[in-house]
């Protein structure tokens, strides 16, 4: 089981950038892939960025102009870089860890970024 803490949420402005931190430990495979989904409120959970060891990166077209994923491999750590933050991106974000490209397998317990309108 791999364990997920995550960092950086909180209260921005609309137009203000925010990094969140997230780093596994545990039983982490030397090939797998970390990530962020978020929940706005009221809605299900979607997708926001993933980033493989290897390298592949995925990115929400919602949000690709303005966010940016990236990992420290040696660390077991993403980022996630917001930028030009809007209210439609409040929600709780989730940190996510798997084996196998889109397939999620461990949670963190999310983190709140509020962007009020």
């Known amino acids: 089981q791999v364990q997920l803490v995550e960092s950086g949420g909180g209260l921005v402005q609309p137009g203000e950038s925010l990094t969140l931190s997230c780093t596994a430990s545990?039983?982490?495979?030397?090939?797998?892939?970390m990530g962020w989904y978020r929940q706005p409120p009221g809605k299900v959970r979607e997708l926001v960025a993933l980033?493989?060891?290897?390298?592949?990166?995925n990115i929400a077209d919602a949000v690709k102009d303005r966010f940016a994923i990236s990992r420290d491999n040696a660390r077991n750590t993403v980022l996630l870089q917001m930028s030009n933050l809007k209210p439609e991106d409040t929600g709780v974000y989730y940190c996510n860890y798997g084996i196998r490209w889109g397939e999620p397998s461990d949670w963190g317990q999310g983190t709140q970024v509020t962007v009020p309108a």
């Open positions: 980033a493989a060891s290897f390298g592949r990166t």
């Open positions: 545990g039983r982490i495979s030397s090939i797998n892939t």
